[in-house]
């Protein structure tokens, strides 16, 4: 028998040596796990990490929610914030309605463009220390129904006035300054007058020297030399008009225009019709009754009777009042205008008349009436007849509510 080396001992030296080893650095030589523990092992670590990106991200996904949330709830809040503060400013802008007690202090000079609202106007009052609140102004616009008579122009106004005393202000075109406004029924005597205290520069004196010169290179020839008829109604600036002269061409330029838009006819018929139209105007106050008087003018003109109108009468004398007529007037034959002496038409128009009246003497209604006679001066109720018993009668009918009103 063959002796053999015994390398037990040294099998189990490497055992004891291995185990020795391990207390010093076991991750080192730990035995790898076996492949099934390994695959189980990759696919929780996986598992792990997709569970962390998933936290993460609905994690992220909240916080932005609970920014954009706070976001918009900051956002309402301030909206609110706002909105309530400029409830709260027109809530106390609408309270203020204060008004001075008037009738004011300095004197101010005050403007209003031509086309301004009720509000801008109110707006620029309060700053300009006339009236207290804007609130107290449009109230008393709305109260006196003049929203839409608001004159431009520039007005002589005090600090501390009383809103009704300013509207009632600036509604009268007699109190503008800078601004000329016409209106329908004006005379040529009213609306130079106007002029001149519409005009810094510019003084009655200059307009009758234009007037009295009989308008040359202004009027056309069917005027006669005479302004009255010709000027027509409407808004003009004077303020910074070179001439007298100038004013009235612009005026009369724009009466011309309008009378060609009515197409009323040219030549001495278009005189005739003005001349007609003035009169109708002035003698009723309702525009329902212009052509019925025409019509009373032709059928009087026809027959060859006086015109008998005492309007007429008045404007030869210079009277805005007829009733200021007297007697010796009324029978001075010397007045071209007296309509009881001279048949006929009077020699040029008595004002300037508007639209409706201009109308009414190009295409008058039918009738055979000859008298007429206002019977209500409150209403302008007239009444009319070709009859001189039933016009003595509605003369009459007018005494008595005359006498009624204390006229």
Not at 91 to 107: E, F, H, Q
Not at 346 to 353: A, F, L
Request: hydrophobic share 35%; proline share 4%; aromatic share 6%.
């Amino acid at each position: 028998m063959t002796d053999e080396p015994d390398n037990s001992n040294d099998l189990m030296d490497f055992f004891s040596q291995d185990q020795e080893g391990s207390s010093s650095d076991q991750s080192q030589l730990d035995p790898p796990l076996p492949p099934t523990l390994r695959v189980k092992a990759r696919r929780e670590a996986a598992q792990r990490r997709k569970k962390k990106r998933i936290q993460g991200f609905f994690q992220a996904l909240i916080a932005l929610i609970l920014i954009v949330g706070l976001i918009f709830t900051a956002t309402i809040v301030v909206r609110g914030i706002k909105q309530a503060k400029k409830q709260q400013d027109t809530s106390l802008a609408v309270k203020d309605c204060s008004d001075y007690s008037g009738p004011g202090t300095d004197t101010v000079e005050f403007t209003v463009s031509r086309g301004e609202g009720s509000g801008k106007i109110a707006e620029d009052l309060v700053k300009a220390g006339v009236v207290k609140s804007s609130c107290a102004f449009n109230n008393a616009v709305s109260g006196a129904e003049a929203s839409q008579s608001l004159q431009p122009g520039t007005f002589s106004l005090k600090k501390k006035m009383k809103a009704s005393d300013v509207v009632a202000i600036l509604v009268d075109p007699s109190k503008a300054k800078a601004i000329l406004n016409i209106v329908q029924g004006d005379t040529v005597k009213k609306v130079i007058a106007k002029a001149a205290a519409a005009s810094d520069h510019l003084t009655l004196a200059d307009y009758q020297k234009v007037i009295d010169n009989k308008g040359k290179g202004i009027l056309p020839a069917e005027a006669g030399g005479s302004f009255e008829g010709w000027l027509q109604e409407g808004t003009y600036e004077v303020k910074d008009a070179t001439s007298a002269q100038a004013v009235l061409k612009k005026i009369v330029n724009a009466r011309i225009d309008h009378l060609n838009s009515l197409n009323v006819p040219q030549g001495s018929k278009r005189e005739t019709i003005l001349i007609k139209a003035s009169i109708a105007q002035a003698e009723v106050n309702r525009s329902d009754y212009y052509g019925k008087v025409v019509r009373v003018i032709e059928n009087r003109l026809a027959k060859d009777m006086t015109l008998g109108m005492d309007t007429i009468n008045a404007y030869g004398f210079g009277l805005d009042d007829a009733s200021q007529l007297t007697k010796s007037q009324l029978a001075d034959s010397s007045n071209a205008y007296n309509s009881r002496v001279h048949k006929g038409l009077p020699p040029t128009p008595i004002s300037n008349p508007g639209d409706d009246a201009i109308k009414a003497a190009i295409n008058p209604p039918a009738g055979n009436w000859l008298y007429f006679v206002t019977v209500n001066l409150d209403t302008g109720e007239t009444k009319f007849t070709d009859n001189s018993k039933t016009f003595n009668t509605y003369v009459k009918e007018y005494q008595q509510w005359s006498a009624a009103h204390g006229e």
